[in-house]
């Protein structure tokens, strides 16, 4: 099977880091396709960035859907996820999405550790788009700068797995989420250094499209994830105004 | 004081009943600018579509925010809010924003009654990003099909009114809100007709911008909502493009 | 417009400060009408106080609502709002009800600052009554006592602003909503001081009721807030009791 | 141990019937004071009257206080439940809140059933306040009118059977709780014709009463419900006046 | 009346403490039958050893149903609480539930103090399956260990009540749950030293047990909490698997 | 990798519909080893068996664990799932619980449809739990009788999807979960008739016990699900016994 790891952001080394990621953890038989968009912002870190990132998202898929099959939108946040179910015949998962979900599995309470204290609001807006409030018990974010986007759990490696430690004892968090695209592949290499288990959203994302595959759903033909009728657009980018014109 | 109402579809008529409905309930020396999308779809009627036209919103806000003292982004589920917010130094509200909270001032719970079944799940997910779901007794739509979205007001006037009184007795109900943007003024021609209280959106988003102006609230130093630090982009509207990058 | 600003304590220096901060806001046109109330408590400060203030609210209800066009319960924790609202046919707002709501349209999340820690508890049972629980990052008071109520916001202005700093920085808070009749006025004079954006709950209650008037809504003519049939009663204020006895 | 039976109506009648239902499910040694409100409404049907009778609930604390080891709200909705805890040593227990507590040991879910469908908005907003509003399964009110509230229990026997039964079928609600003061004693006439078990509020209140007296509680000397500091009022009854002086 | 207090450990020392504090608390006129589990754990302190005490839970109740009126189940965490009510005939409380709900009714808000960190987690599960998160304001605990569960109440007592004077403060508390079997009687020995409240789980298991005695709740004939249809079983206690078989 | 497939339930036919169903969706490489239990019912069906049927889980969990990577419990409500967790070292999942996360990733809202009514109010429970009752639109159950619960998908083949199509149409659920392990296998033979995407509970169970195992989850060393001290009982079955005394 092929999967389409999709990355909103135009920085192409962090593509590289998720789809290192999401191969460690593939099944025999699974090819991952890696993609970095086109245009946009070179890392999405905000609810702006995340909308302007989203279109970005629609634009990719229309232009690799067939292609593929399934989608993992790896980036902050999964932009543009729910209308991205709505539009497209394949199965599409996001990126938080599925390391909340898997953190789910491993404990009664996951804590998101992140590496930018700008990010927390945000996160925590997400968290509750997925109804999981419930299950979280902290986000915690370094409160430090950085030198590049790309490298930065090199650069603070020490800090994360301080902070992961720190929020599962002092928070009672069961299971740790590395949140952020560009954290991806973390997780393996400190696994050995964290008191309770850890989840790498670019491999969690990786594992919930083979298994969405598997299941093989039905796209829905009613209800509010049935692809949308037909409708005329201006000013979009050309393929993906196609298919919202079902041309 | 100067209020952008901001219709991020491109059908012109709407952007006349959104404004005539907003004059309407205006203070004295209060002016409304109405502007309608360059660019994007006729109207935005599910989260795809929301996605595509909050880009456009930004590009839009990048455009006339000079220019006025707040804005309404007037489209059903405040596309592109959030990021708004963060994004410029304006106060800026959003249609179903300002209908829902004012509604809550008129009882102890609303209905949304709307023209299209296929906008109540993602009614839904707004009213919940909102925080006010306890406050929702029912989200209603007409069943029907209609001719012009512009019109649809008139088309199914005798509907709208008789669904928005079953609610109220079925559902318990003490307040009626009109959703999206093509019922902008239906409100105020049904009132007596109707036996709770309804909500014109259009004209609570004029009274709440014009509330936050009068608040004269400070751009937030700080925090989630302060402006993102300057960043480069690819592929973006130029305006928008250079406010992102703080050139 | 004619809006009445109800103060149901008994301490007149306490409603100049609320109509002042009012006036301070009000469009063109909005006359102001504060009164203070005839009998009851210095100023309302647990819920037993609110109850006993309650019901001299609907006693100065009953008295001055054929006056003026809408009214604005201007104490803690707004007092009898539910009530007032069955009752009487004039829109009417409470002062917590009207600065939390405005809060949200500022923000993700919000932050109480009081004077009293005597307050905290209460005034989480207020938010949780208007269904806002999941938008208030917390409620912060000063622990320090005060010689006069009327002037806690001179007295300890310096505290309060840093308590609204702190607030923002380790809270999250988005917006600060400055709570308690007497800290009326306040958010317009430490507005440059505080790293995010300030509420004033009188201004935004006088914003408020201006924003109901102009939206016309119809008294209830089913449900919860339709006026009660007529009862009679015994030991009631005179005009209360006739207004209930529908005489 | 005495404990007090407060009904804040004016109708003896129901008095009556909350007192012989107290009496069957009381404790050896238990002895019931039972006390009609000296003034207010006939009963307590709304928000509005419940603010009135909550501060006639006050004044007869302020009278009884002194002879009894714990006291019962008996009527709907338990007005001035809060502001009584604070300023009264004894325990003191609301009707409602009694029955709803004891009805979450005999299930999962609670179905509330009473005889008038103007109380169900209000009754909602009292389960909420009470924080349980995931154990209830449905609030389902008669829409009958009724000759005299006192033998409304009579009257609609019947209905009230067949509506317990519904609801416990319908809405799957594991038990029956009968819902205000006039019903007091129907419960245990009604036992062997409804499927699930019933729970008379008066008796849950006077047993949960009981409850309280044996274990105890001391009165809290910090926090929200610690005894307020003297203050001086204007125009309160004079019982109430001096104990909240404290002279 | 006859109570049935069931420890579903095997330590008997802790049984006694468990007795003696509910007969303090007892009515005239109620026996209290205190029984020890014959198998299983010495204490119940996760969530694995109550699911395998939940079993030994129904086995003690299919051996002692028939000889009491009601009976409590006095272990931490209520094990077997739902299914034991779906089983038997009699009325059954959970320790931990009789707690929480009485203490619902001396204050705002409770605090559950124990005196082993491993058991929080736990603990806000079970507080969130009551669904009484929303009252909930801590969970503390002792991070000492313990020379012997029995005498635990006796070895930390002086820490136990710093931690309840601790969480009254500082969380806010109005009202201490001391939780875990171990720990009953300890309530009324320190009443004194705490400033807020402080329930008994014992006493108010006995209390509560009581009053669903006394309001005769029906053993329901439809719905979740009817007994089961007869069904064969494997393996299973013998007086159990006959109950269950309906032989 | 191996996973173990545990039914905790004594019907061998059962276990076989479930091991197929996982079969049909492993990945390369991945075997499945099923077990069926040695003692208890033939089929869990509501609390009480749930508890029993929990501890023969723990049982037949510290037989199998050194001989798999990880572990399902296959039956209704996840039988001992989070003691499961604290107990063992493999990652465990629940048949449940894999159904619902699952069917997250494909909508924003699912429906459980199973074949018996008794049980719903046990199901509403195991969601709540999970803390996903925001993401549940309904359940719905079969009012029928059955010949035999390992044949009940073939009897009631066509009920079940037209019951699945009923909710999907009027309850706006956006995906379908066929619960109760004799459902197993259902989904794959029903997908092209029914409207929107199905979920097989056993094929979730078997992907989700996948990703984990392809995750690498250290086992925690502290917290809630750290392995729990040594400890000694009586009574227990004797692997299980000697792994909880850590011999």
Known sequence: MKILVLNPNTTAS???RIAAAARAAAAPGTEIVAVTAPRGLPYIANRAEAVLGGAVVLEMLAEHQHTVDAAAIAAFGDPALGGARELFDIPIVGMTEAGLL???MLGRSFAIVTFSAGLVSWYRECIEWHGLERRCAAIRALDAGFASVADV???HRARLVALAN???AEDGADVIVFSGAPLS???ATVRDEIAVPVVDCAAAALKQAEALVAL???KPQIGAFRRPAAKSSTGLAPKLARWIARE
């Open 14 to 16: 962090v593509t590289d």
């Open 102 to 104: 898997t953190a789910c």
């Open 153 to 155: 759990q090199d650069e």
């Open 166 to 168: 720190k929020t599962a």
């Open 185 to 187: 592949g973390l997780a």
């Open 216 to 218: 093989r759903p039905r």
